[in-house]
T-cell receptor, first 110, second 118 residues
Framework: GIQVEQSPPDLILQEGANSTLRCNFS?????LQWFHQNPWGQLINLFY???GTKQNGRLSATTVATERYSLLYISSSQTTDSGVYFC????????????FGKGTKLSVIP | EAGVTQFPSHSVIEKGQTVTLRCDPI?????LYWYRRVMGKEIKFLLH??????QDESGMPNNRFLAERTGGTYSTLKVQPAELEDSGVYFC????WGQGWAGANVLTFGAGSRLTVL
């Protein structure tokens, strides 16, 4: 099956710093989503981005489908950004199974 | 619009007992999914309902797990009998129906049900 690798596995930032999280995937996809798991365990949908670039406030994401990677940018980080960020993909067409990466654990310290 | 609701939020049971988890999807969402994350592992797909029909249950680990979605609304996931390795967080997600339509691909997840088997 498709492989999803996220890097870095852990990241510690000072409040106000910027960061880039990466997601590499081993095959073509027709669905890619970024999620944030908050300290209460809830998975929050950040972006649906199988290709292209999107922005939402301090967050933005870019997926280069031809090169099989996606990037999540966090600017001016805040302590509330802490948690685990997951990339999840669905390969090809006709399937709805999301395959998740192991996540990047982000800790933003004041 | 209410989100995906799951309960209980946390359940602690002994090995051999039965637990039933419930998921209420977003109203109007025909697609309903169950995923789980066991300790130290990735979040893994369990199964997919379209309305009341099981579209894909290839991720169900064994026959101790039974999922139902009577009437195409809420869903239950029963584990009977529970084993230690079933401990983890069980997530439910839903999305709208539409073959080839991007909206069908955008899954909204619930807060999860944490299961601890002692």
């Amino acid at each position: 099956g498709i492989q999803v690798e996220q890097s870095p596995p852990d990241l510690i930032l000072q409040e106000g710093a910027n960061s880039t999280l990466r997601c590499n995937f081993s095959d073509s996809v027709n669905n890619l989503q970024w999620f944030h798991q908050n300290p209460w365990g809830q998975l929050i949908n950040l972006f649906y981005i199988p290709s292209g670039t999107k922005q939402n406030g301090r967050l933005s994401a870019t997926t280069v489908a031809t090169e099989r990677y996606s990037l999540l940018y966090i600017s001016s980080s805040q302590t509330t950004d802490s948690g685990v960020y997951f990339c999840a993909v669905v390969p090809g067409a006709g399937s709805y199974q999301l395959t998740f990466g192991k996540g990047t654990k982000l800790s933003v310290i004041p | 619009e209410a989100g995906v609701t799951q309960f209980p939020s946390h359940s602690v049971i002994e090995k051999g007992q039965t637990v039933t988890l419930r998921c209420d999807p977003i109203s109007g969402h025909d697609n309903l999914y169950w995923y789980r994350r066991v300790m130290g592992k990735e979040i893994k797909f369990l199964l997919h309902f379209v309305k009341e029909s099981k579209q894909d249950e290839s991720g169900m680990p064994n026959n101790r797990f039974l999922a139902e979605r009577t009437g195409g609304t809420y869903s239950t996931l029963k584990v009977q009998p529970a084993e230690l390795e079933d401990s983890g967080v069980y997530f439910c997600a839903s999305s709208q129906w539409g073959q080839g339509w991007a909206g069908a691909n955008v899954l909204t997840f619930g807060a999860g049900s944490r299961l601890t088997v002692l």
